[in-house]
């Protein structure tokens, strides 16, 4: 079983900063690329970044130099910096990652999301 968890979301002032990680755990033997999406109310799921488990970086580009994506493959864990936030930023935020088990299984798993609200 692999599961992605994701943590830091909150409530941030326009302007402000926050900064989400997603641990992965469970029966993994290798994770491949990984990613956050946002998806905000009454709108479609949209990519925000991706990473590569070489370090190639990938952003949308209504966050591109605001955010910066980062992994720590020790921990199996990514992050999201996100700085000068927006109200448009507002949105359920969701990690995924691209995880090969121990059973030999290759998959694309997601997190349960956390809630990022900006507003004053």
């Known amino acids: 079983q692999v599961q992605l968890v994701e943590s830091g979301g909150g409530l941030v002032q326009p302007g402000g900063s926050l900064r989400l990680s997603c641990a992965a755990s469970?029966?993994?033997?290798?994770?491949?690329?990984m990613g956050w999406f946002r998806q905000a109310p009454g709108k479609q799921r949209e990519l925000v970044a991706t990473?590569?488990?070489?370090?190639?970086?990938n952003y949308v580009d209504s966050v591109k130099g605001r955010f910066t994506i980062s992994r720590d493959n020790a921990k199996n864990t990514v992050y999201l910096q996100m700085n000068s936030l927006k109200p448009e930023d507002t949105a359920v935020y969701y990690c995924?990652?691209?995880?090969?088990?121990?059973?030999?299984?290759?998959?694309?798993?997601w997190g349960q999301g956390t809630q990022v609200t900006v507003s004053s």
């Open positions: 995924n990652g691209d995880i090969l088990s121990r059973a030999i299984t290759r998959r694309l798993y």
């Open positions: 469970g029966n993994i033997f290798a994770i491949y690329d």
């Open positions: 990473i590569t488990s070489a370090g190639t970086i």
